[in-house]
């Protein structure tokens, strides 16, 4: 019974030993991520998903407010402690730092995805992120205070409102119903460019070196968006006060939201006591929205590129990423996922994909600079003084375009 037991003793001791290299093999992934809606939780389901396919790996979800990942990814990576993974918006701001992916997965990798979304991952000839979802600027509205007003949105792409025209009913369906203000508007220098562009402007000249919004476009933009306010058609305690337009809108205050698709979900769980659906926008000179977007990346410096680059594989591959993009409300960039099953709004993401099929390239590609993410803060304060009437629409295009030549030059050196 003695040596039954020693043996089994033993047998226990030798399975033990076995097991402990096989578990100092698994390997931890740090992925620092940001969420506007549900797509934390998705993301989470997909990583389980794959924990099955690779019990070796574990992926650590680092969840950081957007508005705080850029300094908390650039201390990491200054530390020398950059994360496997990162959710990104502009590629260029870290793409010093980034895991070149061409030699993992080709740069013909990028031939699956929307062409507008190349000029963003593709710098220096080289593959430094792959595109998750794609996001499209557009306007919100309750139909409840445009139905109390009698008006009736434009539900054909060929009869869509003018600038003008969509003033004058903004105009009456505040005048005619509940609603206090006519239009919620996001506070970001992103949400902006729209109207720059249906304005027949553009940010930066065709080759990245040089500002191109000093313009009569330009000057126009500004002009209109400083009507809006002075007419009090947008609340001027936005941009001017720091008030949310979210809560604004979800309150019934404002007939309209001009904002993107990513807030569906929002509105899905939070604006239940009113009807709601997304119009297309107003034109200028033209039609336009802006693509915007999220990408996935790793790092030079990160402990497991090898395995971070599997990831990136397995995320963005078609299944996955339709199940990301379906369930998070989101439009993927993947070709063969042009048309996906929402189970919520699939209508509206129709209008939001028409939108982005009539805008002209530089609404995406603008965005795409390295240097864009850099300037967007300046600009928009300019914006602001305009607002306040301490510039002039001309006064206000010529500060920008010397205010972001020169930080670009400074980028430049």
């Known amino acids: 019974m003695k040596k039954q037991a020693a043996k089994l003793l033993i047998v226990l001791l030798v399975v033990s030993a076995l097991s402990i290299p096989a578990l100092a093999q698994k390997k931890v992934l740090d992925f620092l991520w940001f969420s506007d809606g549900v797509e934390g939780d998705v993301l989470k389901e997909i990583i389980a998903d794959y924990q099955k396919i690779r019990p070796d ?127 919620a508007y996001d506070y970001t220098f992103h949400r902006w460019l729209t109207i720059l562009y249906q304005a027949g402007g553009k940010l930066f000249t065709d080759d990245w070196t040089a500002m191109a919004i000093n313009t009569p476009e330009g000057e126009r933009a500004i002009e209109f968006f400083v009507e809006l306010h002075d007419k009090e058609i947008i609340p001027r305690s936005i941009w001017l006060g720091g008030e949310n337009p979210n809560t604004l809108f979800r309150a019934g205050l404002t007939a309209a939201h001009w904002s993107g698709n990513w807030m569906l979900t929002n509105y899905r769980d939070n604006a239940t006591h009113f009807n709601w659906g997304v119009m297309y926008m107003p034109y200028g000179k033209v039609r336009s929205s802006v693509l915007g ?119 430049m050196k």
């Open 293 to 411: 977007g999220k990408y996935v990346a790793s790092f030079k410096d990160s402990n497991h590129p090898e395995e971070a680059v599997e990831f990136i594989k397995y995320f963005t591959s078609t299944e996955v990423n339709a199940k990301f993009n379906e369930e998070s409300l989101f439009i993927s960039p993947r070709l063969d996922n042009a048309q996906l099953h929402y189970d919520f709004g699939a209508d509206m993401f129709e209008v939001f994909s028409r939108e982005l099929a009539v805008s002209p390239p530089h609404a995406g590609s603008d965005w795409a600079h390295p240097f864009a993410g850099r300037i967007g803060d300046d600009l928009r304060d300019i914006i602001v003084e305009a607002l306040q009437h301490k510039l002039t629409p001309k006064e206000a295009v010529e500060k920008m375009e010397q205010v972001g030549n020169r930080i670009l030059d400074d980028y």
């Open 57 to 183: 790996i574990e992926i650590n979800v680092i969840e950081t407010p957007f508005q705080d990942l850029r300094i908390r990814l650039q201390t990491m990576i200054a530390g020398g402690t950059p994360p496997d993974l990162s959710r990104l918006v502009n590629v260029g701001d870290f793409a010093p730092a980034l895991l070149d992916l061409t030699p993992y997965l080709g740069l013909e990798y990028i031939d699956d995805f929307v062409p507008s979304t190349h000029r963003n991952v593709i710098i220096d000839g080289k593959l430094m992120a792959v595109p998750v979802d794609v996001t499209a600027n557009g306007v919100i509205y309750n139909k409840d205070h445009f139905a109390q007003a009698g008006i009736e949105v434009p539900t054909n792409p060929e009869d869509v409102w003018s600038w003008d025209e969509f003033v004058e009913n903004l105009e009456i369906v505040v005048e005619k119903s509940s609603a206090r203000y006519g239009l």
